[in-house]
């Protein structure tokens, strides 16, 4: 092992680009909340853009067993004995990568925490942590990245849902990100999208970034562990170039919606 | 009438077509390009794409027309047998609100060979079809907010068993017992499986 968790608060959890092809056993995609953050502190590491690295929803302390380099925006030699705390203010969630990577078994073609579906489990303190194989010495610098403060939508797929006019409810004034947010749904308050009474509830397919609007018109933004199906109709999607930097936003925080233009 | 609906820039949603085996759109849905998922749900299907759809919608729309004759998938169907034991909290409610004897209640469940029609709500929860329309209830009014993992419920014109601790609203007539639903394989129960209830 290279690290050792003193302190794990919030959700710590292993993550990597999430999986893919299980959706249809009802396995959402998971991954990373901000894959940009994670690629970056990949990058900052040395590592394979997608290695697996712990995302911190709140506060994470390790200590270092041996002498390694890590990274979260920046790499960074950790001296064996030398504690390091990751904390996601003033974003969302934070990442922590081991040069190489950390090493979790691959399951279902992923190697990340899926709560849902009870694969892995958040870190607690005195779990440690063993660094893998996922090194790239030709990895890129990390990117700058900031937090959405506009977020595109595509509207749909179930406007007949709606009551005329909620779209442009959605893009009359901010959001606010609840702190009841999690890994599954980011949950909004602000102007009330009005849904229309005869509107029946039929389990439909979902997707990460829909906007599904429960019958008090609060919206509901779907996330990496999202179920699969849902009964709630889908005002919008959030455009996929900019999920990231929606989740990113941290809980209190606010966001505008704008309908994406038809040539995006 | 669309053939299909956006669903974000990364995703398509269309109608289910009717009598046309899921595991064998599942398989045919896949194979298109650029396509990484594929939700089957009641009434719709959606293919998932690792980047803006890359079939043009006059393409998209004659693919997913050929669904709806579609051969049945190549591997035979799987049939599954699941030891159960009918002692769920619910069973005296079920048989007073169809007015049938507990005893009946379980004869009717144990006698019937159901389908896996769709997979969702949770990682490996598969909508069964096939219930005897005399088990047919709405949803309790009161949802539950813990269902044991392996329950074993009815629910409209479905039973399913829960694969994990979750919340759940289903009347709970039993259990499964000696099997995971989901492990790290996956769900035990596929999409066009034949299932069987051994008491």
Do not use: K
């Amino acid at each position: 092992m290279t690290l050792v968790v003193v302190r794990a608060a919030g959700l710590c959890t292993v993550q990597d680009l999430g999986r893919r092809g299980h959706m249809h056993e009802a396995v959402p995609p998971g991954g990373a909340l901000v894959p940009e953050l994670l690629v970056n502190a990949n990058r900052a590491a040395g590592n394979h853009a997608g290695a697996p690295a712990v995302e911190v929803l709140g506060q994470l302390v390790v200590r270092a067993t041996v002498n390694l380099v890590v990274a979260s925006s920046e790499p960074r030699v950790l001296r064996a004995g030398e504690e390091m705390t990751v904390t996601s203010e003033p974003l969302r969630s934070a990442y922590l990568a081991i040069r190489g990577g950390i090493a979790a078994p691959r399951v279902l073609d992923g190697h990340g925490t899926l709560l849902c579906a009870g694969l892995g489990t958040p870190l607690r303190a005195g779990d440690a942590l063993a660094a893998g194989d996922a090194l790239d010495e030709f990895a890129p610098a990390p990117e700058p990245f900031a937090p959405a403060e506009v977020v595109h939508v595509l509207p749909g797929p179930d406007l007949d849902a709606f009551e005329a006019g909620a779209l442009d409810q959605l893009t009359s004034a901010a959001y606010r990100v609840l702190p009841s947010s999690d890994r599954v749904g980011t949950r909004l308050a602000g102007p009330v999208l009005a849904r229309r009474a005869d509107y029946r509830e039929v389990s439909r397919p979902m997707v990460r970034g829909a906007l599904e609007v429960p019958r008090d018109g609060q919206p509901i933004v779907l996330g990496p562990e999202h179920p699969t199906t849902g009964g709630y109709p889908i005002l919008a999607v959030i455009a996929s170039a900019e999920l990231g930097r929606f989740h990113a936003i941290r809980l209190g925080g606010a966001v505008r919606f704008a309908v994406a233009s038809a040539s995006r | 009438m669309l053939e299909w609906v956006a669903l974000g820039d990364r995703a398509i949603r269309f109608a289910r077509p009717v009598g046309i085996s899921a595991r064998a759109i599942v398989g045919v849905v896949r194979a298109w390009p650029g396509v990484v998922d594929v939700v089957v749900a009641r009434q719709d299907i959606a293919a998932y794409f690792d980047r803006e759809p890359a079939l043009d919608a006059g393409r998209l729309a004659s693919a997913i027309a050929a669904l709806g004759s579609l051969p049945d998938a190549a591997e035979p169907v799987r049939d599954v047998e699941l030891r159960v034991v009918y002692d769920g909290p619910d069973l005296d409610d079920v048989a007073r609100a169809t007015g049938l004897a507990v005893t009946e209640v379980q004869r009717l469940h144990a006698s019937a060979t159901y389908v896996v029609d769709t997979i969702g709500f949770a990682p490996g929860f598969a909508y069964l079809t096939g219930l005897d329309a005399r088990l047919h209830l709405r949803r309790r009014a009161t949802p539950r907010p813990r269902v044991p993992a392996g329950s074993l419920a009815i629910a409209d014109a479905f039973t399913a068993v829960y694969p994990f601790d979750s919340p759940g609203g289903w009347h709970l007539i039993g259990r499964v017992i000696d099997t995971r639903m989901f492990d790290e394989h996956g769900a035990l129960l596929q999409l066009g499986d034949r299932v069987r209830f051994v008491p």
